[in-house]
């Protein structure tokens, strides 16, 4: 359709992307008293913000990518069963991700990036508390801690490295043998090794409730939430920022790009490559009354945290690298629910499944700064495992960057 013949909206700020970044962004700026939009062309909060495990991880400043993970991934890729894996056919596609997440694995690069998530994590629990408030979901919040089980004495003793990381980046963090879980979690089944517990740590007990939250506050906020999907933005006008839609074309004063894992085409359009890429994550849910555990415990040899939920338990993890666009795996559903029942023998069958895409970055930090190309558009995207535990302090640093220009 000639651009002509488009509809044409003016807004102050446009948000792209309703996953729980694009939303904590649209709701503080909202909240600041700016006019606001958001593009979003499915349920809002659906996306990977919808599937997770519930963490606000403010302890998780070891990056995916570490010496020993450099070690052990082609062990990892060759075992089916393993909590890691590549779908073969899109690795020519992945290839130049795999490649600079190896780089990023060397023992000064990851002990860099553990400082770079170590200062984005600082005020992560804090300002998720603040955020529950003004939204009116603290009910859902829940400080308990979180348990990391290391599950063979070897893995134990290698956690030193990962205890030391996290030591370093300011986490407290309790190293305790298998017997003491026991006493937090009796409904563990004994094991060997032992589990760092980070007793500061919040979980939510409903994901995809709290997204919902959120998007009727926005409505109630004044956000105007267009439908449809952003293809490409246009930084041609001095002026302005056009975004072009699958239907329409809007305009704003300043454009936050926050798509998540399927942003990577849209920042290409107004001339940034960046090597964003997916971890496909799974979940399955096991519904009862009372879930076997009381804080979301990781089991760190199996890649998921079990997670307590309302009227459920969520077995959520994995990661999956092979795109966007390829069906999912069975057999990883299969791997989560024998791992779950190791853990949990009672269990029966689950109740339902899903899959998401994290949004990855090689170095696991995400990207939160003005476009090179033009100051007026803000990308904020790459959040990897920690977007929901990063998400009000994204909102925070997008805030400060549309207020310093
Ligand atoms: C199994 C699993 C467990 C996890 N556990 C945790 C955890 O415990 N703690 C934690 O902090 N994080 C966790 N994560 C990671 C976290 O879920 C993600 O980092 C976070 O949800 C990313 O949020 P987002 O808003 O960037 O992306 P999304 O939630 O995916 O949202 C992106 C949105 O952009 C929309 N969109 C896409 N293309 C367009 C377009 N062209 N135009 C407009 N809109 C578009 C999509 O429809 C989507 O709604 C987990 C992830 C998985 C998969």
Redesign the pocket.
Known sequence: MPEANQKRSHHEVIV???????MSIAFRLAKEGREVAL????E??????????????DYATIPVGTPSVLKNLPGLFFNRDSPLSVRYRTLPSLMPWLIEFAYQSLPSKAETNAGKLGVLLKNASDLWHEMGVELGASHHLHKRGCLYLYESNKSFFNAKYDEKLRRENGVEVEVITAKEVLKHEPNLQPFEGGAHFFPNATSIDDPGKVMKIFSQKLTELGVTIYPT???SIDTNNQNYIKVMCKDEVLEASKVIV?????SKT?AKSFGENIRLDTE????LEFDMKTPPVTR?VCSAKRGF?ASPMVGRLRI???VELGGLSLPHVEHRLKVLERGAKTMFPNLGQPSRSWY????SMPNSVPVIRPSKQNKNIIMA?G?????????PTTAQIVSNLISAN
């Open positions: 792209i992307g309703g996953g729980v970044i694009g593009i979003e062309p499915n809002l909060g659906m996306g990977a913000s919808y599937g997770n495990a519930g963490t606000i991880a999907s952003a293809v926050s798509a998540g894992a399927f849209l496909r994550g799974y979940h979301p945290y959520a993890g994995m998401g895409f994290r949004p995207f959040h990897g495992h920690i977007g929901v535990t990063l998400a």
